[in-house]
C-alpha cells in the first residue's frame, strides 16, 4: 500500500476522529508506508518541549526537549532529519499547517526511511498536523497537553483571540510570539492578508494598576476587535487608527494603547506604517540594519483625538525582514539591572537571520532570549511580530 491508500484512510477516519484518535491513525499510515510506527509530538506553549500525544493506542514516550535533540532540530528548522539508532532507523518530521509549526512526528523504521519514500511520510505528517488543528477546535486535550502550567484568566482570554503564530503566501511570511505563556499583560498582534495587502497590527495595552492584567486584556481585546471591524469594512489605514481610538476610548477613556498598524502590498513591497507612541520597527536588510522606522507617527489610542496620524511609507526589497516589537522586548532587566535594549535587539535579530534560520525560530529564539536575560521572570509581556517579504511565488520560511 502506497501514499494515496495511506492519506485516503486517514481521510476517511478523519470525519469522526477525537485527538485520542491520532496516535492510532498515525501508527496505521505509516505501516501503510513500509515502517514500523509513528509517534505524534505536539509543540508546548512556550516552545520549550515536544510533549507524546496521548492515546489508547499511543507507544510511551517521553518530553523531548526542542535544545540539543534531533526532534528539536526537525522543529526548529522545519525540515526531516534521521538516522540510525540501536534498533533500526528514526526519522523525524515537522508537523506543519502550512509554516506553523505544531511539532513533529517520529517514524520508527528498521531500515533508513529512502529518499523516494520521504514525500509520501512528510504528506502523511501534513495531513497529520491539519487534523491537530481542526481536532483542537472540538476538544480540550490538546490544549491540555500543550500547557505546562495553569494558564491565568486574562491570559484565557486573550490568546483565544490571537491569530496562529505563522502564515505564508508564497509572497511573503509573518510570524509571531507573545510571552509569557500563562500570564499576559495587554500585549496582543494580528495580522490578514486580503489579496495583496497584508494588514498587520501590534497592541500594547496599560491597565493602570488592574488586577491580574485584566484590564490591560479588556482593553487590548477591545482594540483587537475594533482593528478587525475597521479592515473588514474596508477602512483605510487612519480611518482604522481612527476607529480604534474611538471605541476604546467610547469604553474606557483612562486607557491607553501604544500599537503599530500597516499594510504591506505584496506585489510592490510598499510598506506602509502608522506608530501610535510605539517603539520603532526595524527593517533588516542583507544583514544590516536598512532603517528605523519614524515613531512615533500617532498619539496612543483614546488620545487620537487630539492630533492626526502621519502614515509612513517605505519601499522594502525582496528578502527584507521587518520586525515590529512591544517594549517589554527591549525594556528587560536582568537581575544586576541591566536592559536587554535596542543594540542587543538588533545584534541578536540579525545573527538569528545570518544563520538561515526559518523566521519562526528566529522569533522563538528572540523572545527565549528576553527570558533568559531576566531569568526566566518577564517583567512585562514581550512579543514580536516579523515579517520576511519574499520574491513573488517563493515559499522561503
Not at 124 to 145: C, G, K, N
Not at 275 to 285: E, M, Q, T
Not at 355 to 368: F, I, Q, S, W, Y
Not at 372 to 377: F, G, K, S, V, Y
Request: hydrophobic share 45%; aromatic share 4%; charged share 25%.
Amino acid at each position: 500500500m502506497g501514499k494515496r491508500d495511506a492519506l485516503q484512510d486517514l481521510l476517511r477516519q478523519s470525519h469522526h476522529a477525537q485527538p485520542e484518535d491520532l496516535p492510532g491513525m498515525a501508527r496505521r499510515a505509516a505501516r501503510q508506508l513500509g515502517a514500523e510506527d509513528m509517534v505524534l509530538y505536539l509543540v508546548d506553549h512556550e516552545q520549550h518541549q515536544l510533549l507524546p500525544l496521548p492515546g489508547p493506542e499511543a507507544p510511551h514516550r517521553e518530553p523531548l526537549a526542542i535544545e540539543g535533540t534531533l526532534a528539536g532540530r526537525a522543529f526548529s528548522m522545519m525540515r526531516s532529519f534521521g538516522g540510525p539508532v540501536d534498533d533500526g532507523a528514526r526519522l523525524w518530521l515537522p508537523l506543519l499547517n502550512g509554516l506553523e509549526r505544531m511539532g513533529v512526528a517520529e517514524v520508527v523504521a528498521a531500515a533508513a526511511v529512502p529518499d523516494s519514500s520521504l514525500a509520501a511520510f512528510e504528506a502523511v505528517a501534513s495531513l497529520l498536523a491539519e487534523l491537530v488543528i481542526t481536532r483542537s477546535h472540538y476538544s480540550d486535550r490538546i490544549e491540555q497537553l500543550r500547557r505546562r502550567a495553569p494558564m491565568r484568566l486574562a491570559a484565557e482570554m486573550l490568546r483565544a483571540q490571537l491569530p496562529p503564530l505563522t502564515f505564508s503566501t508564497g509572497n511573503m511570511i509573518i510570524s509571531g510570539i507573545l510571552e509569557p505563556c500563562y500570564d499576559v499583560g495587554g500585549d496582543a498582534f494580528d495580522y490578514a492578508v486580503n489579496g495583496d495587502i497584508a494588514h498587520l497590527a501590534l497592541f500594547d495595552a496599560v491597565g493602570h494598576g488592574s488586577g491580574g492584567g485584566m484590564r490591560a486584556v479588556m482593553l487590548a481585546s477591545l482594540a483587537l476587535a475594533a482593528y478587525r471591524n475597521a479592515r473588514r469594512g474596508g477602512f483605510d489605514l487612519v480611518e482604522t487608527y481612527h476607529h480604534i481610538d474611538t471605541a476604546v476610548r467610547d469604553h474606557d477613556r483612562r486607557g491607553l494603547i501604544t500599537g503599530v498598524l500597516a499594510e504591506l502590498d505584496q506585489r510592490t513591497g510598499r510598506l506602509r506604517v502608522i506608530s501610535a507612541g510605539h517603539p520603532s520597527g526595524l527593517v533588516i536588510r542583507r544583514g544590516k540594519v536598512a532603517m528605523v522606522l519614524p515613531t512615533p507617527t500617532a498619539l496612543p489610542v483614546t488620545l487620537g483625538d487630539r492630533r492626526p496620524p502621519v502614515v509612513i511609507e517605505e519601499s522594502l526589497e525582496p528578502g527584507d525582514d521587518v520586525l515590529f516589537y512591544t517594549d517589554g522586548i527591549i525594556e528587560a532587566r536582568s537581575a544586576d539591572g541591566e536592559r536587554f535594549g535596542t543594540d542587543r535587539l538588533v545584534d541578536f535579530t540579525v545573527r538569528a537571520l545570518a544563520d538561515g534560520l526559518p523566521l519562526p525560530e528566529t522569533a522563538r529564539r528572540l523572545v527565549h532570549a528576553i527570558l533568559a536575560h531576566q531569568n526566566d521572570c518577564l517583567q512585562d509581556d514581550a512579543t514580536v511580530l516579523m515579517v520576511r517579504f519574499l520574491q513573488p511565488g517563493t515559499a522561503r520560511a
